[in-house]
């Protein structure tokens, strides 16, 4: 029988963070206490010290709706995902299932393509960014948001997944800036383009099933299956870069083992690599590429 935990009432805002602890440790759950503490804070739209100042306090008609997260936590659903929203880069997106849940270790992408904007001498340039695969919109809407002169396109083949970064886009107020394409790759995208990035799907087929239940039950299988190797959406964007006829910059995620072979793909097509960055398991989780023509 799956694990459950129905809070009460009477119970107090301190009860209901032990409780969710114990059964967040008791599941085998990665990081039960920081689950539990921003499980509850968003369930009960509070901050930190709100938790604290509020431990006494008895959860009262909010007792329903916090057992229902805690079980859906329990179930190995992110609390992104329960919550419908996650940080990156220091700001607040919103998460469906209709999109990949933003990990932190994307964050590498945007550090590598900034240092790299800075190291090129593009800084405060009006530059033009393609966001290729662009899900929630983390990428293209934090480049823009940080790069005010920007401009950008971001594709994705999910209509559900653009309708979700346009709306990412709209709150950070940064989608006046960026037209939205529903296409594969770069298809039917005029360049020229200064940048492109991408997180694209690159787990093998092979690996899916014995990926975290986190991560196979609730990410969308889109944004995962990245072909027989892992790397059918990375030779498509290679190509892409070829056919635009620019001198382009590429910054993209790549799995823990796969920047060797990612930076092959595109030595093929007349790239050199740039740069890499590490993520923060100390593994590259983000390479660069400079396209010359």
Do not use: W
């Not at 329990?74 to 990949?100: C, K, Q």
């Amino acid at each position: 029988m799956p694990a459950s935990l129905r809070l009460r009432p009477e119970q107090t805002v301190a009860d209901a963070l032990a409780a969710m602890t114990r059964a967040f440790t008791e599941e085998g759950l990665e990081s039960p206490q920081r689950d539990a503490r921003f499980l509850l804070q968003g369930l009960l739209g509070i901050d930190g010290a709100q938790l604290l100042s509020a431990s006494s306090r008895p959860l009262g008609t909010a007792a329903e709706i916090v057992s229902d997260g805690v079980n859906r936590r329990l179930a190995h659903e992110p609390v992104s995902r329960i919550l419908g929203r996650r940080e990156f880069y220091g700001r607040m997106f919103t998460v469906t299932p209709d999109v990949l849940d933003p990990r932190p270790d994307t964050e590498a992408v945007i550090d590598l393509a900034l240092d790299i904007i800075r190291s090129s001498g593009l800084s405060g340039r009006p530059l033009r960014i393609a966001d290729v695969g662009t899900g929630s919109g983390i990428l293209i809407s934090t480049l823009l948001a940080e790069l005010p002169d920007a401009t950008g396109v971001a594709t994705d083949v999910s209509l559900a997944a653009l309708d979700v970064a346009r709306g990412n886009a709209e709150r950070l107020g940064v989608a006046g800036r960026i037209a939205f394409v529903a296409t594969s790759g770069l298809a039917g995208c005029a360049g020229p383009f200064d940048l492109l990035v991408s997180n694209p799907p690159y787990i093998s087929g092979a690996e899916i099933a014995g990926l975290e239940r986190e991560v196979k039950d609730f990410d969308p299988l889109l944004a995962l299956d990245g072909g027989v190797d892992g790397l059918d959406v990375y030779r498509e964007i290679a190509r892409n870069a070829l056919e635009l006829q620019c001198p382009l910059r590429v910054i993209l995620e790549v799995g823990s083992t796969q920047a060797d072979a990612v930076e092959s793909l595109f030595k093929a097509v007349g790239a050199r690599p740039i740069g890499r960055r590490l993520d923060l398991g100390g593994h590259t989780r983000a390479v660069a590429m400079e396209i010359h023509l």
